[in-house]
């Protein structure tokens, strides 16, 4: 995140990502702390560092006591409901101690079939180091805005690359052409589905279905515990949500465990 241009500060040993923006002073967000401290602290916090808007995601599923207090010691402090998250509120993760096999079993028959084509489209997939490649195939899947990523892709690269990164990279056999590919981030055993993009000709081989399930392999073999898709619709937030029902739709068909989490908060 520094290298994002963002501050870091601790409070309550959980980072918090400050950026000023003069005259106003700092906008600040804590992404999934893990531990839980006083709300009266952040207001504290907001107040000593001139900071004119703070957003909180929790790291807390949507159920029992724990949550239910969370939630209301935030409303009653003066927080509200973030309607646009900045952390995903509703994700797929995968229990990676499952053998790959009932993994896939549990695959959706469309999904399995996928794979199936994928492979009899002679798709294969590749590690790569090549990070240029991927951030060629992103901007051409969002031009004209697709420059947007870039700076931030390398940066990421440049921080997770090599330990904690792995990128693959879907070709035809004996072709030279990238269709489609898949960067992995790995944080505290888990593996996280950070970007992945593909050209048309490569939907059409079906490599992104091929693509996750090499991921789900590569995730077990790196040693993660959980492989989390990293967001889907959140029916909490249906505007928020609209631009996501197709990638959902497409996630949704791997199985997996649906877990939902606190909302934002921002004050």
């Known amino acids: 995140m520094t290298d994002l241009g963002w501050e870091k500060n601790i409070i309550s040993s959980n980072y918090i990502y400050l950026r000023k ?84 079993n549990n695959f959706s028959e469309a999904k399995r079939r996928g794979v199936r084509r994928a492979l009899k489209n002679e798709i294969i997939v590749r590690r790569s180091e090549d990070i240029n490649t991927f951030i060629k195939i992103r901007k051409k899947q969002y031009a004209p805005m697709g420059f947007l990523f870039v700076s931030e892709m390398k940066k990421i690269w ?34 996280y589905y950070w970007f992945a993009s593909a050209y048309e000709k490569g939907k059409k081989l079906f490599a992104p279905t091929l693509l996750v399930y090499e991921s789900l392999k590569a995730a ?27 990638f959902t739709k497409f996630k949704e068909g791997f199985g997996g465990e649906k877990i939902v989490y606190c909302e934002n908060f921002y004050l």
């Open 21 to 104: 923006f003069f005259p106003f002073g700092y906008f600040a967000k804590i992404p999934r702390p893990k531990n839980l401290f006083p709300v009266s602290q952040l207001i504290s916090f907001k107040k000593k560092n001139r900071i004119f808007r703070l957003k909180v995601a929790p790291f807390i599923q949507d159920s029992g006591e724990k949550y239910k207090n969370l939630r209301n010691d935030f409303l009653n402090n003066g927080f509200v409901i973030e309607n646009s998250p900045f952390n995903p509120t509703t994700t797929i993760q995968f229990d990676l101690s499952t053998p790959i096999d009932e993994i896939f």
């Open 158 to 191: 440049s921080n997770f690359y090599p330990n904690n990164a792995t990128l693959l990279i879907a070709y035809q056999r004996n072709g030279k052409e990238a269709l489609a590919g898949i960067l992995l981030l790995y944080y505290d055993k888990i593996a």
């Open 220 to 246: 077990k073999a790196q040693g993660s515990s959980i492989f989390d898709f990293e967001g889907i619709c959140d029916e909490r937030f249906p505007k928020a949500s609209e631009s996501w029902k197709g």
